[in-house]
């Protein structure tokens, strides 16, 4: 998540008030995270790639 802007990676230590209303507030953060959500939610079920899986064994 953090690598597509869309969380923090933060060691447990980071872990602030201010890291996490950081998290809570970025506008970017927040539109990154739409964007996976979206992108996550047009993914096929898993039932439907066990087929495809079990085709190319």
Excluded: K, W, Y
Aim: no cysteine; net charge positive; glycine share 4%.
């Amino acid at each position: 998540m953090a690598r597509r802007g869309a969380g923090l990676a933060l060691r447990p230590r980071d872990i602030t008030a201010r890291a996490l209303t950081h998290l809570l507030t970025d506008e970017r953060l927040r539109t990154a995270a739409v964007q996976v959500s979206r992108e996550i939610a047009a993914m096929p079920p898993p039932a439907d790639l066990v087929a495809r899986l079990a085709a190319l064994v």
